[in-house]
C-alpha cells in the first residue's frame, strides 16, 4: 500500500510538472527561420556598411590629401570608392572632413 501511495505522489508531481509547459504556445519553425535569416541579412547589412564608412573616411582623407581640402559633398569621393556607394545612409561635415553613418530607423 505504501508503494502505491508513493506511485500515485510521483505520478501526481509528474503531472503538476506537465502542466506549465502545456500553456506554451508551440514554435513555428518557419517562422523561427525567417526571424533567423532576417538577423543575419540585417548583420551581414551592418558589417557592409562599416565596412564602406571606413572606406569613405580613408577617401575623403586622400581627397584632402591631393587637393589641400576636404570634399564639398561626399559625392564628391565616390569615384576613389571604385564602387557604388548608397550616400544617403552618410552624414558628412565638409568643415571637418567627418564622416559617419546615420542613425537606423
Known amino acids: ?10 505520478a501526481g508531481l509528474f503531472v503538476l510538472l506537465l502542466l506549465p509547459a502545456c ?3 508551440p514554435k513555428n519553425p518557419v517562422a523561427e527561420y525567417g526571424d533567423t535569416m532576417i538577423n543575419a541579412y540585417k548583420g551581414a547589412q551592418n558589417a557592409a556598411d562599416l565596412a564602406t564608412l ?3 573616411k580613408k577617401a575623403v582623407e586622400a581627397y584632402r590629401a591631393s ?3 576636404y570634399p564639398a559633398e561626399l559625392k564628391d ?3 576613389l570608392m571604385g564602387e557604388h556607394v548608397d550616400f544617403s ?3 558628412y561635415d565638409p ?3 567627418s564622416v559617419s553613418l546615420k542613425p537606423q530607423k
Open 77 to 79: 569621393v565616390g569615384d
Open 54 to 56: 571606413d572606406g569613405l
Open 89 to 91: 545612409k552618410f552624414d
Open 95 to 97: 568643415a571637418t572632413g
Open 1 to 10: 500500500m505504501n508503494a502505491m501511495k508513493t506511485s500515485v505522489t510521483v
Open 67 to 69: 587637393n589641400s581640402s
Open 23 to 25: 500553456k506554451e504556445k
